[in-house]
């Protein structure tokens, strides 16, 4: 199901901020397909995450972030329990925006989902 989330440009520190909060009243997994590994990498499909600026999309550097086998619910997921705050953030570098894009106003396109975690 997609889920709202916030961004906060910090261009100062050249970075953006990607937040979502659970609200649901259980815990809900992401897979790392659909969010940034704590590292700000995006290991999803190429060209589904963009940075915009100046009406332009920078789209996400390409990460492979390997196979993982899931022995229990969670393995390969991040949980975040009800209520719970994820936060990440992704350097500009990520998106390769340039110098002349740094100053201006930016928004995110994430094709974030959740699911029920299994138990």
Known sequence: MPVPYEVADIPEQRRIEITYVNTFESSVCLLPEFWPNPAG?????????????????????AYNPGYCVARKSGDCST?????????????????????????????????????????
């Open 41 to 61: 990498k995006f290991g999803g499909e190429p060209e589904t995450l963009f940075l915009i600026a100046n009406a332009k999309r920078y789209p996400a550097k």
């Open 79 to 119: 949980v975040v329990a009800p209520g719970a705050q994820l936060k990440v953030s992704m350097p500009y570098e990520e998106f390769e925006l340039p110098e002349s894009a740094l100053l201006a106003p930016k928004s995110v396109e994430l094709p974030l989902k959740v699911f029920k975690c299994r138990s």
